[in-house]
């Protein structure tokens, strides 16, 4: 009974496809499934946008939006609505093709994402090799998907966004990655099922994440911050900040094409997340091993929600950077930090078993997070400006 | 250490996204429509019209001297003259407005009407609930609207409406004192002239404004 509950959606599934000729079942099999993620990650996009808007209305002590229905449960579908039937307004002077491509590439690089992801035991909708790969290849396509929008709307506002965008998504591209190349140096494999497969057991209680040793938390640190600024959440903004460039790259959407964008941008939280938790959150893995019993997608989903409302939680928290600042701490510490990182994933790999590659590895870490927190993070201290006029 | 101010960070925000759900004070709050903020005597939105007594139309402290007209800055006011004369709360004849309409849609709140007004006439309203589902008419308001009682103005600017009633009352006063003395020394100037014969006729008025002076007992600067 337990297993089947796992297994459900892929039970369902080889039922589906038993009523079909053996030449049809491998391309319906993967039409419905897509079809499934397609219309999953909207409705889990409207449920995280309704979270944000009251959790952030109760941080600020507010209520939040409480008219449409109760509580306020149905404003995303009257935001929906909204944007459905809002006038689509393409500037003049825009490049019309290209603004119309921008979020149509983004929505589907996003949902390419999800086809790699292993969202419970078996419910993968393509076992690649290099899902990893795969999975970054489609994120930084979202980069030029932005791009796109920033330089086809000839809008200054919007060009002033994509350039932030790009210049911000790079920078945290490469942490994103290396942090990443961790677990694929531990597992050996670039494929996510693998790597969720290496986390699946227990010593007694307690699973065997990749983000309870040293290496893994500091990877996991890293990729919490990079995949925030990958996704140009708050405190990473700077792209949209809406204080200073309008609505940044897409200023110059309204209508459908502004909710794509929106969907487009929740999603990819979605995506990140689930890849955060694939690689150091023990994917579908249960925390607990007398949890087991609780199918593997409901384990999924619950850490990808929670890492939602952590995302939601920064956002209400923290201000957002400098641009300045923003390089800074990609290029000088978090950089240097995934480096350190890949060289103590190395030592914790060839020290073998023990407590003495704990110690070791956690030292260095520390060490370096103090060392390097202290001389080049500091806060600058700028003494009253003055000025020197010729005599 | 780095990081310790986003722990710090995360832990307030936590804290008060806990607390809103427990303590109510925190929540600040008003739900509008069932709810309302208590009124700010010092707010405004639109001007209106000031009359006294029961009927609006009699009442009418306006005098159609067109001042807030040629001094609204985005011209909003839009005044006709009548062309016969009611008595004032003074009691002299005077021009009524036949037609003030203020445009909603153009007024910008600015209160220089109220300001140049030298009769107390218009005053600033509070009421901000003017939404309507006709752009054009719906928003320009004529003398009817715009009327509003005396005991309207006490209800929303009870300190102001109160200084402007003290004020009114002492001119009012005044005018009548003035107007004893005019009568007075018109008196007393008939009286001269019936003793003095022609010879009072010319300085008549210099005579009088002195004698009006002398009554009042203060300095009119």
Known sequence: MIDRLDQVFVLLLHWILGYLPGG??????VIVSAVCIVFLYPALFALAVLMERKGLGRMQNRYGPNRVGPFGILQPVADGIKSLTKEDIVPLNADALVHFMAPVVLVVAVFMMFAVMPMGRNMVLVNLDASLLFFFAMGATTELSIFMAGWSSRNKYSLLGAMRAVAQMISYEVPLLLSGVVIVMM????????????????????????????WGLAGFVIFAIASTAETNRSPFDLPEGESELVAG??????????????LGEYVEMFAVAGLGTTL?????????????????????????????????????????LRQDQLMNFAWKFVLPMCLLNLFVAALWRFMGEGWLRWVVCSVL??????????????????????????? | ????????????????????????????????????????????????????????????RCVACQICEKECPPKCIYIEKSKDKKPDYVGKPQIYPAKFDID?????????CVEVCPFEAIKMDTDFELSTDDRFGGLLLDRQELAKSNEYYHNIHPTEAAEVDARLAEEKAKAEVKAKAAADAAAAKAAAAATAGAAGTTPGNPAAAPAAKATEGEPKA
Not at chain 1, 201 to 207: A, R
Not at chain 1, 282 to 305: D, N
Not at chain 2, 23 to 49: G, M
Not at chain 2, 104 to 112: H, K, R
Request: hydrophobic letters at 50%; glycine letters at 8%; proline letters at 5%.
């Open chain 1, 24 to 29: 049809w079942q491998a391309p319906v099999g």
């Open chain 1, 187 to 214: 597992t050996g494999s670039l494929s996510l099922v693998k790597m969720v497969e290496a986390q699946d057991h227990f010593t007694g209680w307690f699973p065997h994440w990749f983000v309870f040793t040293p």
């Open chain 1, 249 to 262: 790259y897409f200023t110059e959407y309204s209508g459908f094409k502004f909710a794509l964008f929106f």
């Open chain 1, 280 to 320: 150091f959150l023990g994917g579908w893995s249960a925390p607990l091993s007398v949890l087991a019993w609780v199918p593997s997608w409901i384990w999924f989903f619950g850490k990808v929600e929670i890492w939602i409302c952590v995302f939601i939680w920064l956002r209400g928290t923290l201000p957002r």
């Open chain 1, 365 to 391: 870490l520390v060490l370096a997070y103090v060392v390097m927190g202290n001389a080049e993070m500091r806060r600058k201290h700028f003494g009253p400006r003055t000025y020197r006029y010729a005599e």
């Open chain 2, 1 to 60: 250490m780095l990081g310790e101010g986003i722990l710090k960070g995360l832990a307030e925000t936590a804290r008060n996204f806990a607390g809103s759900y427990v303590s109510k004070d925190r929540l600040t709050t008003v739900q509008y429509p069932e709810e309302r903020a208590p009124a700010i005597e010092a707010s405004r939105v639109f001007p209106f019209l000031v009359y006294d007594g029961a009927d609006w139309e009699a009442g009418l």
């Open chain 2, 104 to 112: 909603i849609s153009v007024c910008m709140s600015c209160q220089i």
